[in-house]
């Protein structure tokens, strides 16, 4: 199954309704408009559960895994432990940012054999099955949140959740689960339209003074300069709000190979392509627990390092040269 795990509301935003009706605010917006999944009123948004969303988006995911395998045992008449004899649950996650700023989890979810992709799921792991453990799961996880000010957060998955089938072989060829492999079934499939945008930044803040001079919307900066504000009190040291307050709060990780993923339409050839290096080599799964995130756009250089100057000559000697000395 392709599942999409969205964040719920914070507010009231501008958006495009299917209906024809216009916005809140009263206007028709243009699919490219700016004010998309921005707040109809700033003043009354609330930044702060935003933003420590964000920041617990990584514990709800991981509390959501632990229930679904509980509601996929409870759905085959098992017990979790005896669930291990019979199947797997298979699954590699991808996170992306709604225009609104808050992170919302891409996943493909798989039911395999007991020995993972190369055995067949016994019969009784239907979509069906499958698809209502997923909504049962999605709907009981919840991660109880810091206490702000005499607040109590609490942090749950929005009621816009989005479960499809995978009708493709893309995922059913034994293939383990990767999150290359979900970002490039992404660009691959997904219809992307004005609600995903890059929310954050680049690279962290060192200074609070820097936002100020940023290029980024009044929403964004909003977001960012809560994060780093939040980031302040003691009592969420363990967030590292300050570290992580370009990327909105959310401790994501978009290494070197996830800016190759993207949702425009100018990326999927090099996503089609990294789609196809992905089937034809091992898999270099992830070790570390973090997240991919896509459409999130780094500078990395142009041309090539040293390094890679060095590998590329000697891999690929002029004619003629190879096997003779250098000068
Ligand atoms: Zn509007």
């Given at each position: 199954?392709?599942?999409?795990?969205?964040?719920?509301?914070?507010?009231?935003?501008?958006?495009?309704?299917?209906?024809?009706?216009?916005?809140?605010?009263?206007?028709?917006?243009?699919?490219?408009?700016?004010?998309?999944?921005?707040?109809?009123?700033?003043?009354?948004?609330?930044?702060?559960?935003?933003?420590?969303?964000?920041?617990?988006?990584?514990?709800?995911?991981?509390?959501?895994?632990?229930?679904?395998?509980?509601?996929?045992?409870?759905?085959?008449?098992?017990?979790?432990?005896?669930?291990?004899?019979?199947?797997?649950?298979?699954?590699?996650?991808?996170?992306?940012?709604?225009?609104?700023?808050?992170?919302?989890?891409?996943?493909?979810?798989?039911?395999?054999?007991?020995?993972?992709?190369?055995?067949?799921?016994?019969?009784?792991?239907?979509?069906?099955?499958?698809?209502?453990?997923?909504?049962?799961?999605?709907?009981?996880?919840?991660?109880?949140?810091?206490?702000?000010?005499?607040?109590?957060?609490?942090?749950?998955?929005?009621?816009?959740?989005?479960?499809?089938?995978?009708?493709?072989?893309?995922?059913?060829?034994?293939?383990?689960?990767?999150?290359?492999?979900?970002?490039?079934?992404?660009?691959?499939?997904?219809?992307?339209?004005?609600?995903?945008?890059?929310?954050?930044?680049d690279r962290?803040?060192?200074?609070?003074?820097?936002?100020?001079?940023?290029?980024?919307?009044?929403?964004?900066?909003?977001?960012?300069?809560?994060?780093?504000?939040?980031?302040?009190?003691?009592?969420?040291?363990?967030?590292?709000?300050?570290?992580?307050?370009?990327?909105?709060?959310?401790?994501?990780?978009f290494?070197?190979?996830?800016r190759?993923?993207?949702?425009?339409?100018?990326?999927?050839?090099?996503?089609?392509?990294?789609?196809?290096?992905?089937?034809?080599?091992?898999?270099?799964?992830?070790?570390?627990?973090?997240?991919?995130?896509?459409?999130h756009w780094v500078f990395a250089?142009?041309?090539?390092?040293?390094?890679?100057?060095?590998?590329?000559?000697?891999?690929?000697?002029?004619?003629?040269?190879?096997?003779?000395?250098?000068?």
């Amino acid at each position: 199954m392709f599942a999409t795990f969205t964040a719920p509301g914070f507010g009231p935003v501008h958006n495009r309704r299917t209906d024809g009706r216009p916005c809140r605010c009263g206007d028709h917006h243009d699919q490219d408009d700016e004010a998309l999944g921005t707040p109809l009123n700033p003043d009354t948004y609330d930044y702060e559960a935003a933003v420590l969303w964000n920041a617990h988006a990584g514990q709800l995911w991981r509390r959501f895994s632990t229930y679904l395998r509980r509601e996929v045992a409870k759905r085959a008449g098992l017990s979790q432990r005896r669930l291990r004899d019979h199947a797997r649950v298979s699954f590699a996650k991808v996170a992306e940012y709604q225009k609104r700023g808050a992170v919302h989890f891409h996943a493909v979810i798989r039911l395999d054999g007991p020995s993972g992709g190369d055995t067949p799921p016994p019969p009784w792991a239907t979509a069906e099955l499958l698809t209502d453990a997923i909504e049962a799961a999605a709907t009981k996880a919840s991660v109880d949140g810091p206490v702000i000010d005499g607040r109590t957060h609490t942090f749950t998955f929005g009621r816009q959740l989005d479960v499809r089938t995978i009708r493709s072989a893309d995922f059913n060829d034994g293939q383990e689960l990767t999150e290359r492999a979900v970002a490039a079934y992404i660009a691959k499939y997904a219809t992307k339209g004005a609600e995903t945008a890059t929310g954050a930044l680049d690279r962290p803040l060192k200074f609070a003074a820097e936002l100020a001079q940023l290029d980024i919307s009044d929403h964004s900066r909003r977001l960012v300069r809560t994060a780093w504000t939040l980031g302040a009190r003691k009592s969420l040291e363990h967030l590292r709000l300050r570290a992580w307050a370009h990327m909105l709060g959310f401790r994501g990780h978009f290494s070197t190979k996830s800016r190759r993923y993207s949702t425009t339409l100018g990326a999927l050839r090099n996503a089609r392509a990294e789609w196809r290096r992905a089937q034809a080599v091992p898999a270099n799964a992830p070790t570390t627990n973090t997240t991919y995130v896509l459409a999130h756009w780094v500078f990395a250089g142009t041309g090539l390092s040293d390094t890679e100057a060095w590998l590329s000559a000697s891999l690929d000697p002029a004619p003629g040269t190879e096997g003779e000395p250098t000068a």
